[in-house]
């Protein structure tokens, strides 16, 4: 049923991207008939605007004439994300668009093209290795083609079909060899575009520097070229989302929401669709917030908008069911969940192979609802599924295997297995190393985590290590994220069950100053508090001890953690009864 209503709507949409090509073409054509463009140049624009167009949906029909169960999948993607003709016959945007080759060029530059337009059909359809080669190709053909904005494009397809596939280090690089073409060549929709690319491909590396220069190359780009505000909303993705990582959570909301509102203001035909990724980035943006309502109720309108488009199975449901059930699960309301997960697994098994990297994903969310639940043992068993479909279809250190690795240990450590958590945290580690380099947020969190599974088993000296290294990778890219508490705070604990407490102060009153920055949950900032205190007694410090155990105990009068007081209230009775350390617990 899902490939016969696959099919019917695939059909319907390629006739009706066909009918709009054949509109503009008829405009474009009367427009210069009629004297009515502004110029000869922009007339030729026009006809390769519109030729291009022609070629992308020729390599859709193409690419969905022998489709396999995973295409059909795809279908709507490769219809949908194929260029709108209209811009073909605006004026404003024929001004910033590419002039036309030399005519003693312009064969060799449309058939290289048409490949450039198959790898991004290609890419749509999941067909990663054609969509590689072809990309490969075009750019060894179009660096003897002796145009620059070809040369431009070509590096640029290249990096987009390496940032789809994960290759972070070789898309950063072609991406920021097109991004100079492009430059070079004047071409300024690949200029921004390319910038985004390069900025979300720099953001998944960990590198929040760099991305945040290229997403100010985009924002340049859309200064200097007002006609390129159609792109605005592939800018503010990426701006959302290093918001996020920056902790920027209110400007990350507000990037998100002015997506929406401009998708929703967009008279073009795509605007539904355009409506549907947007809301359901908002969804994903608040969550990452914490505005788990928020989330909620954003991400069942984007499923609502998506199952308008295209029906009740379709696997472009599954990325809002699972938004919608991250959120049930943080709201506590884990039955609703449980059937958001349910009916997410339902619609990838349908659609796609039962090796499919898509079926694991959906396994991999399944498996974060058991873990929620503190189901543990289901929730490994997910996740080694997950694990072994995607080490077979993607190879044993893409980061895509790094996210089950990480997901299982932590089902393996709660289930009282640390040396098993520590296994698979030490593969994560591996791989990311190997993926990110050293300096890198999310090799910092992977050595933590193998740093905590010695601390679960009170083997603090040899956690020591490992703690170190998270620290110091915080100190050298973002040493005021938050995140940088939690390899500060076990540092500091370690310092003082290995009997250095000289050494525990530092890290102890950077974890509390990072958490009280950032008002995070006032236990958690008890939590070092906590620590330092001991420290301090075990310095013969009683004052500050005294001090410290004071204001951790205002935090948690304020926590949903009160059963800590008794603690606290001991450990000063005993400093005021004894005048010396008490024993630490």
């Not at 920056?246 to 990037?255: L, S």
Request: negative net charge; aromatic residues 4%; proline residues 4%.
């Amino acid at each position: 049923p899902f490939a016969i209503d696959a099919a019917v709507r695939t059909v319907a949409s390629l006739d009706e991207r066909s009918t709009r090509w054949a509109n503009v073409a008829r405009q474009v054509c009367e427009a210069g008939r009629r004297g009515e463009a502004a110029s000869t140049i922009l007339l030729e624009r026009g006809r390769q605007c519109l030729s291009r167009r022609r070629d992308a949906l020729a390599a859709a029909v193409d690419t969905l004439a022998t489709a396999d169960a995973a295409t059909v999948a795809a279908a709507a993607d490769v219809v949908d994300r194929l260029e709108p003709s209209e811009p073909c016959s605006q004026r404003d945007y024929l001004e910033v668009s590419v002039p036309p080759p030399p005519a003693r060029l312009a064969a060799q530059v449309a058939a290289l093209r048409a490949d450039l337009a198959r790898v991004r059909s290609a890419m749509h359809a999941g067909h990663f290795t054609d969509a590689l080669r072809l990309a490969a190709a075009a750019v060894a053909a179009s660096a003897g083609a002796d145009y620059p904005p070809l040369i431009a494009e070509a590096r640029a397809a290249l990096g987009r079909v390496e940032l789809e596939h994960a290759d972070y280090r070789a898309a950063i690089a072609d991406l920021e060899e097109g991004y100079h073409a492009a430059r070079g060549a004047a071409l300024s929709e690949v200029a921004l575009l390319t910038a985004a690319d390069a900025g979300y491909a720099t953001l998944a590396q960990g590198d929040l520097a760099g991305a945040a220069l290229w997403l100010r190359f985009a924002e340049a780009e859309l200064t200097e070229n007002p006609a390129l505000a159609v792109f605005r909303r592939d800018y503010l993705a990426v701006r959302a989302s290093l918001d996020v990582a920056q902790g920027h959570h209110g400007a990350a909301r507000a990037a998100a929401r002015e997506a929406v509102a401009l998708a929703r203001n967009d008279p073009g035909p795509d605007r539904a669709r355009a409506i549907a990724d947007a809301l359901g980035n908002l969804a994903t943006i608040l969550g990452d917030s914490g505005d788990w309502a928020g989330s909620l109720a954003t991400a069942q309108e984007s499923l609502a908008a998506n199952q308008q488009l295209y029906g009740a199975d379709h696997p472009n449901l599954i990325s809002s069911l699972q938004s919608i059930a991250h959120a049930q699960v943080r709201l506590q309301r884990h039955d609703e969940a449980e059937a958001a997960v349910a009916r997410a697994e339902r619609i990838a098994r349908a659609a796609y192979p039962a090796d499919s990297t898509n079926v694991a994903y959906a396994l991999l969310n399944a498996a974060y609802l058991h873990a929620e639940k503190r189901e543990y043992g289901r929730a490994a068993e997910l996740d080694r599924q997950a694990l072994a479909i995607l080490e077979k279809a993607q190879g044993p250190r893409h980061p895509d295997v790094a996210i089950a690795l990480a997901d299982l240990a932590v089902a393996e450590g709660n289930q009282g297995k640390p040396a098993e958590a520590r296994a698979a945290h030490l593969r994560v580690l591996d791989i990311r190393r190997t993926i990110y380099g050293e300096h890198n947020a999310m090799v910092a969190v992977a050595y933590f985590n193998v740093g905590s599974t010695y601390v679960q088993e009170d083997r603090c000296a040899e956690a020591i290590p490992s703690l170190e290294a998270a620290a110091a990778i915080w100190e050298t890219i973002d040493r005021d994220n938050v995140d940088a508490a939690f390899p500060l705070f076990d540092l500091g604990r370690c310092y003082v069950a290995t009997d250095q407490p000289r050494r525990a102060i530092a890290p102890l009153e950077r974890a509390v100053a990072l958490r009280a920055a950032q008002g995070v949950e006032h236990y958690r900032i008890a939590l070092p508090m906590l620590a330092l205190a001991e420290a301090h007694l075990d310095l013969g410090h009683r004052d500050e001890a005294r001090a410290l155990y004071a204001a951790a105990r205002a935090r948690l009068l304020r926590s949903d953690r009160p059963d800590m007081l008794d603690y606290v209230d001991a450990q000063v009775a005993e400093i005021e009864r004894r005048g010396a350390s008490p024993r630490r617990k």
